[in-house]
Each structure stands twice: as C-alpha cells, then as structure tokens.
C-alpha cells in the first residue's frame, strides 16, 4: 500500500491594501474593530485553522505594526509565520508573498485580510480540496436580482443561477499557482483575483460553499456589520422606536421620486441621491431607533456610490443593516407636508413599493398640506416625518 504524504500548505495573508474606501486615514487592515484590529481579527480564524506557514504581506511603511498585530495574534513571534512587504497592485503582493514559500510547500491559500471574520473551518475546507490540479474557491450564491446595463439604461437581466459571489481563501497548488503568475507578469496582465489568473493560464477551478461571515470589509457599513456580529449581546431585549425628519426644495431636472415612486410631469426635488425626502426619512428613524447613526453617516456625499440612487437601494441597505445588529422592523408611518404631489390615487402603490424595499414590513404613509402655511404651503419644497418601531429578531421569532 503506497504511503501518502500530507500535504504542507501556506497561506499568503493580504494585508496591503490602503483603505481608501473605508475613510480611516490608515491601512484597512490596521483599522479597529473592537480594540483589535481587521488584521488581528483575520490572523485569529488563521491561527484557529489547521497548522500551515503564514506569510503575511503588509502595506510598505507599516511592516513593524503588522509584525506586533502577528505577535499578539501568536502569543509570541512564531517560527512559522513570515513578514513581506507588499506591491501597488494586490497581484504584486500576492507575488511577494509567494516569493517567500518554503521548500516542501504544496498548497498555497490565498486570504485576504480584509474578509476578517472568515471561519476557520472555511480555511481548512478550501486547503483540504485542493488537487494536484484544480483550484479551489469558496463562493455564495447570488441572491440580488441583477441587470445589464449601458450607462442609465437596463439592458437585461442575468441568470443569476449561473452566478457565484467569490470569497477568500483561494487555494491553489503551488507548481501551477507560481506558474500562473509567471504567466501573468509576462502577459502583462492584472486580474481581480486569484482564481481569475489561475484560469487565464489554463487551470482549473472549482467552488465550494462560502460563508455570509466571510464577507470584505470595505466600507463603513461594512465595519459597522462586523462590529456588530462580534458583540450580538449588546442588542437589547426590548422593542424600540425611532423618528425621522427630511425636508429638500424641489429643484433640478427630471421626475420627482417620492415614496418609492417616480411621478411624472411632478417637479423633482433636489439632493444627493434622488431627493426623496420620504425614504429619506424613514432611514433616518430605522437607524434613529437602532443606535446605527444617520442617513448622512451612511448613505452622504462622502458616499458617491449613491448619487442618483433610488429609495429601493436605500431601504434595503438600511434594513440588511438592522438585521445585522440584530433586529427585526416592526412597522414604519409615514406624513409629509406638501401641496404636491396628488396622493391619495397611488397611496397603495407607494405603501407597496417601501414595504417591499424593506423586505416586508408594514409601511403606512400619509400626506397632508399647510394651508399655504410655511415654505410647504408656498410650494416651495415638502417636509416629512418618519416613526419606525423594530425588534429584537428574537423577540420577534
């Protein structure tokens, strides 16, 4: 009976990226979580894995303060970790990285360090279904309904069905990974990640489940989720209310969006997004009554991935935000002050369309005018007021 040697892995820890994204003035990696940083957090579901060669790659500058974020994450300075310094571009950190293999490797995990709650039973899945031959990523089933688009317009749809969402670690073996790159760097050619240049040079890939903890921390209400799966325990135990205000001028070109709704003929109202000051405010009462800040916080300027978005997007992502912390949206009401526009005729379909935004929770909206009271009754913009009452998921299971 022939004897089989267990293969020795490594797993080249990307921990270069700037964080330009997240805002914090320092590398993402280095960023606190809950007085242990994103780095610390993703060496602990390493070290927690199987025994394997850690080669951390750090940002160029701050190789001292990773080097003290792996020794708190050892214990002590530990014989089978290895310090490098990263490239400008991920693809040539992960060539540094594999510039540092031991001999006797045979596998090699690609992770990065900003998908910080990885578990390690994930880890040790991907280096267990690595061949000889075939690549190995973990992935999630795409469950958002996604379109094809040319600038503003929809093409069509995509069969989600054929989709996966990649994640980290990637595992590879190494002949064929240190192969790929060598393809790589003479083809001149930069990919998004590893599986992607393993492919382009002829290999082959396979997936296996990902986990909805392995998720990248890019921006804040990507921090923010990850603060708060590590502390469940501080959500309280009792149901909570929140209130919101908005108020825009109309102005600018187009529809007005309103409700949920896009109205026709209707002057638009100005702001960042689509200045629709009803979303706006029931955003604003939902995270009010979570403890989750404001709308500016979350979804303002500082956040250009959201101009010109519409309330869909931004009551979806404000209730994947509650049910991150912990709750459960009860019910939303609703009143704005305006003379325009003509309500009552769509109320139902307005009540629909936010309902369905924040996954199905009851929404009732009303309107009513001034009198010609105030800048709303002189036309010259609308006024809103949001309650919003939520639960804790379990109170409400």
Do not use: C
Not at 28 to 54: E, I, N, Q, T, Y
């Amino acid at each position: 009976m022939t004897e089989h040697r267990a293969p020795t892995t490594a797993i080249i820890v990307v921990a270069a990226g700037s964080g330009t994204r997240l805002g914090a003035g320092m590398p993402k990696a280095l960023v606190d979580l809950d007085g242990r940083s994103v780095l610390r957090h993703a060496l602990d579901g390493v070290f927690a894995a199987r025994p394997m060669h850690v080669i951390l790659v750090a940002p160029p500058g701050h190789e001292q303060a990773v080097a003290d974020e792996l020794a708190k994450a050892n214990g002590e300075p530990h014989r089978r970790a290895t310090v490098v310094i990263g490239g400008e571009t991920r693809q040539q950190s992960v060539a540094a990285g594999l510039e540092a293999l031991r001999s006797g490797t045979d596998v090699v995990l690609v992770h990065d360090a900003a998908r910080a709650l990885t578990p390690a039973a994930q880890i040790d899945a991907v280096a267990a279904a690595v061949t000889a031959d075939t690549g190995v990523i973990p992935a999630l089933a795409v469950i958002d309904t996604l379109k094809r688009v040319d600038g503003d317009v929809v093409v069509d749809a995509v069969d989600r069905s054929v989709l996966a969402a990649a994640q980290t670690p990637q595992g590879f073996p190494r002949a064929a990974l240190e192969a790929a790159y060598a393809h790589a760097l003479e083809a001149g050619e930069e990919h998004t990640d590893d599986a992607a240049l393993f492919a382009a040079a002829g290999g082959a890939v396979r997936r296996i489940a990902g986990s909805e903890h392995a998720f990248k921390i890019t921006t804040p209400a990507d921090l923010e989720r990850a603060r708060m799966l590590l502390h469940p325990t501080t959500v309280p135990s009792v149901p909570r209310i929140g209130v919101g205000t908005d108020v825009h001028a109309f102005g600018g070109d187009g529809n007005l969006w309103l409700a949920g709704l896009e109205w026709p003929g209707e002057q638009p109202l100005s702001g960042h997004s689509d200045g629709d000051a009803v979303a706006h405010a029931i955003v604003d009462a939902l995270l009010g009554a979570a403890g989750l800040g404001d709308i500016g916080e979350h979804f303002g300027t500082a956040h250009p991935e959201y101009a010109g978005a519409h309330a869909d997007v931004f009551l979806a992502r404000t209730a994947r935000m509650l049910a991150d912390a912990g709750f459960t949206i009860g019910n939303v009401s609703v009143q704005f002050q305006g003379n325009r526009p003509r309500f009552s005729g769509r109320r139902q379909e307005a009540e629909a369309a936010l309902s369905r935004a924040l996954g199905g929770a009851s929404v009732a909206v009303s309107a009513t005018t001034t009198d010609g009271l105030g800048f709303t009754g002189r036309g010259e913009g609308i006024a809103v007021t949001a309650t919003a009452l939520i639960l804790p998921s379990a109170a409400a299971r």
